[in-house]
């Protein structure tokens, strides 16, 4: 009987043996690591996925799969994407929102750069030390306290479209700065400084050589500002009036917390496509104007990936 | 001459627009939490005067958080789910960003964009993801049913801790593998060789080298989801309305958009503020220190 026993289970422990062996084999790739980032990087994105797939349900489920249709985004009637007018406003005013932090936050952020970056007189640190804080100040914080500034100090703007496009700009210039800024390091002082040798005045050697050499950062920086304000949930509600004002985070916010349409899914699916399409544009606009640049891959995508 | 104006001026609207919108706004924080309220409409009555604050409302709101008081279990809830979401968006995210930095070969470039991308997938996208799939009938009932790991659906949905630190971590751990990566990118690897060289075993090697020299990404990035976690109140919301999942943030947010109360609210935000500029504190000193050494792009 034992004798039985042991020639079962042996064959068994030698292949957990091996299996153990080729997990971990040093001589070979690192399998635990792979076996985790390949899973870390399935469940990041495959959620997502199903996300996106159930806005093409044909039923009102989110949860059982019963055939392709548009029928959210604008065959319904009544509750698709197209039809429903709280979901098209939403879609609208995150684009305008986006829109206005992108044309206003971008040229206030290229300048600030530019004067951080070669002005050391008195008050600069100081500059530095404010236009940082947006970055690590919670949104919450942030929310609360131009929600209060707008109610109790300039009373005179009112929350709605103005106070959320002033808030997304105040959130939007650091990212600005700080991509800019790292275009400007990289690009070093050596070109002003053979524009001043040649007789340029720091004016024109600002926007002859200084300007066309820090596109590529305008480029991204404008991609990056479009995808954070797109994606911006806390200050847009804080500064939200409700109505039209209700941007597509607000209304996949109240959404979820009641009982969501695969309508929901859609506009979310709408969202998601605009803001790949942007930051890849982006992306593809910084790789162009780089081109035959020194440099790492990595640096170009540390500066979308910020 | 102009050359000694001409840069602080291109700083000027910048600086002024976040002066006024940004170091403004919070000083009116500061003047309706150490303000009064009006007795008969209940209105906040700021105090700009920091000489004539009330310090009333504060007290209340200290009161509440401390032990024995209403806020005391949401204040040690919020601390309990941040240091359990960061514990395990550590755990998760060292192995990929030091394979993505270490071991990832021609894939890098791949596993780079693709660990980027969540983090231009709006994060309500990603919470809806998760509430179609915790849904009583949803995939993750029906896998757990399907294996037998549970005998029935289980309401994820209705109040329950573990769904909402699933969700801080999924919702986080993004902007956390980043600065890892970028840390661990960095690293020299003639000195792993050389540890290799004087006899240490790949474990010490590990411990004794990349460990500590990836110091500065892990701290940076701990601070970087820390702030935002504490000051959550969205995610609780989305995935469990319950009270018994409340965090800081969702008192806030609750005397702001629930209640008639602004200036407690005012007052918690001021107390979450100075608690949270610790931390802030040494991120903005960490970036400073790695801006000298590379650049801006590379330390965040």
Request: glycine share 8%; charged share 10%; with cysteine.
């Amino acid at each position: 009987m034992t004798a039985v026993a042991e020639r079962r289970t042996a064959p068994q422990f030698s292949t957990l043996t091996r299996l153990r062996g080729w997990f971990r084999n040093p001589w070979g790739k690192p399998r635990f690591l792979v076996l985790v980032t390949w899973a870390y990087i399935l469940w990041s994105i495959v959620p997502v996925l199903i996300a996106v797939q159930f806005s093409f349900n044909e039923t009102r489920s989110r949860t059982i799969w019963d055939s392709f249709s548009t029928r959210w985004y604008w065959g319904d009637p009544v509750d698709s994407v197209w039809h429903d007018p709280t979901l098209r406003h939403a879609l609208v005013q995150t684009f305008k929102l986006a829109g206005a932090d992108v044309l206003i936050a971008v040229p206030l952020g290229v300048l600030l750069a530019l004067g951080l970056a070669r002005w050391h007189g008195r008050g600069s640190g100081a500059s530095n030390f404010i236009m940082l804080f947006p970055l690590v100040t919670p949104e919450i914080v942030m929310g609360v306290s131009l929600l209060l500034v707008f109610t109790q100090l300039f009373t005179f703007i009112h929350t709605g479209t103005l106070a959320q496009i002033l808030g997304h700009v105040t959130f939007s210039i650091s990212f600005v700065v700080v991509i800019v800024r790292g275009r400007l390091f990289s690009i070093g002082r050596q070109y002003e400084e053979a524009a001043a040798d040649l007789g340029a005045s720091p004016f024109v050697a600002l926007t002859r050589v200084l300007l066309p050499l820090l596109t590529p950062a305008i480029v991204a920086s404008a991609a990056v500002v479009f995808a954070i304000s797109a994606d911006d949930f806390v200050i847009s509600q804080w500064l939200s009036k409700g109505g039209d004002t209700d941007t597509v985070p607000i209304r996949i916010y109240s959404a979820t917390r009641a009982a969501p349409l695969p309508s929901v899914n859609a506009i979310a699916s709408i969202m998601l496509v605009s803001t790949l399409l942007i930051v890849t544009l982006g992306f593809l606009a910084w790789r162009f104007l780089t081109r035959g640049e020194r440099g790492k891959k990595s640096d170009d995508l540390a500066a979308l990936g910020l | 001459m102009y050359r000694r104006w001409l840069w602080p001026s291109l700083s000027f609207p910048g600086v002024f627009w976040l002066i006024l919108l940004f170091v403004v706004p919070f000083y009116a924080v500061l003047g309706v939490a150490f303000g009064t309220v009006d007795p008969i409409l209940f209105q906040p009555v700021p105090i700009w005067n920091p000489l004539n604050w009330n310090v009333g409302w504060m007290n209340e709101v200290l009161h509440r958080l401390a032990p024995g008081g209403i806020w005391f279990d949401v204040g040690i809830r919020t601390i309990v789910y941040v240091a359990l979401s960061l514990a395990l968006c550590l755990v998760i995210g060292y192995p990929v960003a030091y394979y993505a930095a270490r071991h990832a070969g021609r894939l890098k470039g791949l596993i780079l964009i693709l660990i980027i991308l969540p983090l231009w997938i709006s994060y309500m996208m990603r919470m809806l993801a998760w509430v179609n799939l915790l849904q009583t009938d949803g995939y993750v009932n029906r896998f757990l049913t399907f294996t037998h790991v549970l005998s029935q659906p289980r309401e994820w949905l209705a109040g329950s801790s573990s769904t909402v630190i699933l969700a801080l971590v999924y919702g986080y751990i993004p902007y956390l593998i980043l600065p890892l990566f970028a840390s661990l990118d960095r690293i020299d690897r003639s000195h792993l060789e050389a540890a290799r060289d004087l006899g240490a075993s790949p474990w010490q090697a590990f411990r004794t080298v990349t460990l500590p020299l990836s110091k500065t990404g892990i701290l940076g990035g701990a601070v970087l989801i820390t702030l935002p976690m504490f000051g959550d109140y969205y995610t609780p919301n989305i995935v469990s309305q319950s009270p018994k999942t409340s965090m800081i943030g969702n008192q806030i947010d609750l005397y702001f958009h629930g209640g008639p109360q602004p200036t407690i609210g005012a007052a918690l935000t001021v107390v979450l503020a100075g608690f949270l500029t610790l931390l802030m504190a040494y991120y903005l000193w960490s970036i400073h220190r790695a801006q000298r050494n590379v650049g801006a792009v590379g330390a965040l």
